[in-house]
């Protein structure tokens, strides 16, 4: 069920992304009842990782992933990979979109 999706992460800046989740038949996959997780990670073999902020809007079927400025100030510039995982009540487990991170080398220092 997993899409694939790339996203850019501006270092130093504030990072927000919104994720519209659908069930195989193109309708809105309604998220009450479930939680949000999303990671991202140098490669699939690193144990650091980097927490999305997550949080979701059930009927609607979205998922936002957003990380603050300080978060981004730290991250290295380069390419990551990333997934967002929900989970049901009854913990059922279920990837929704993956891809690779870019964060983009940040000039200004303020």
């Given at each position: ?33 479930y ?38 100030e ?24 993956q ?12």
């Amino acid at each position: 069920m997993a899409i694939k999706a790339n996203i850019v992460i501006d270092q130093g800046a504030d990072f927000s992304a919104l994720i519209d989740v659908e069930t195989a038949s193109s309708d809105v996959f309604d998220l009450q009842g479930y939680t949000v997780a999303a990671q991202m990670r140098k490669n699939y073999a690193a144990t650091t990782a980097t927490d999305f902020i997550c949080s979701h809007n059930g009927a609607l079927g979205q998922i936002t992933i957003s990380l603050d400025s300080t978060v981004t100030e730290a991250l290295e510039p380069g390419r990551y990979l990333y997934d967002i995982e929900i989970t049901s009540g009854g913990g059922s487990k279920v990837r929704v979109v993956q891809g690779t991170a870019t964060v983009t080398a940040g000039i200004t220092r303020t």
